[in-house]
C-alpha cells in the first residue's frame, strides 16, 4: 500500500510541476518525501488503530519517535518526528466515527490520506 501511495503522490507532483525530469535530484528530494511520508503514515495509522485513548496514543507516538531515532535501517526513508505527527493529526482527524480495529481497506485508506496530508503540507527536507 505504501508504494501505492507513493506512486499516485509522486505522478501528482509531476504533473503539478510539470514532467520536466532534467533536474533529478528534484525528483529524488520528492520521492523520499513521499517515502518517509508513507512510513510516517503507517505508524500514526498503526499506533491510532491500537489505542483509543488520547494518553495511550501520546505514550506510543513518543516511544515510537524514539525508536525512530535509534532505527538505523530505514536510512533516507525514516522520517522525522514531525513527519510523524503531522501523519498522525490527518489520520485523527480522518479516523473520527470510524470503528477499531479499522478493516484493511479502512487501515489502507487511512494511510494513504494521512501520508497524502503529510507530503502536501511537508517541505523536501522534512
Known sequence: MRVVVACVALAVSVVAHGSNFQDMEAVEKQVMKVDRCSNAAFIAVSILEESGDGL?????MTGAVAGLQKNQQLG???PTELEVKVASRYAERESIGMKRPF???QHDWLVAQAAAGCVMWMPLEG
Request: hydrophobic share 25%; aromatic share 0%; no cysteine.
Open 56 to 60: 495511550g496514543q501520546g505514550l506510543a
Open 76 to 78: 533516507q526513508a525514516k
Open 103 to 105: 478493516g484493511k481497506q
